[in-house]
């Protein structure tokens, strides 16, 4: 059975940072890609970033430039590095591997 367990939500004001991490109870992380998902209230879930087995990375239009995607293989670990954050990143995180979904972290983003 796969866990993973997110952390590093929070509440921050506008133009802040954030530092979502990961974590995976096996390896599973370096022999897939791993992405980071958002829903918003009464939205649906959409993709923010991923990251390959190699670390080749992509991201969403509306985040590209101020989110980062990192993995630490040693550690099972994916990162997520948000900086100039904006209302409209409000929403629960998710990361995802293979089909497996963790809890999710909220994230929110004040005026």
């Known amino acids: 059975q796969v866990q993973l367990v997110e952390s590093g939500g929070g509440l921050v004001q506008a133009g802040g940072s954030l530092r979502l991490s990961c974590a995976a109870s096996?390896?599973?992380?370096?022999?897939?890609?791993v992405g980071w998902y958002r829903q918003a209230p009464g939205k649906e879930r959409e993709l923010v970033a991923g990251i390959t087995s190699g670390g080749l990375t992509n991201y969403a239009d509306p985040v590209k430039g101020r989110f980062t995607i990192s993995r630490n293989n040693a550690k099972n670990t994916v990162f997520l590095q948000m900086n100039s954050l904006k209302p409209e990143d409000t929403a629960v995180y998710y990361c995802?591997?293979?089909?497996?979904w963790g809890q999710g972290t909220q994230v929110t983003v004040s005026l």
């Open positions: 995802r591997v293979a089909h497996y």
């Open positions: 096996t390896i599973i992380f370096r022999l897939n890609h």
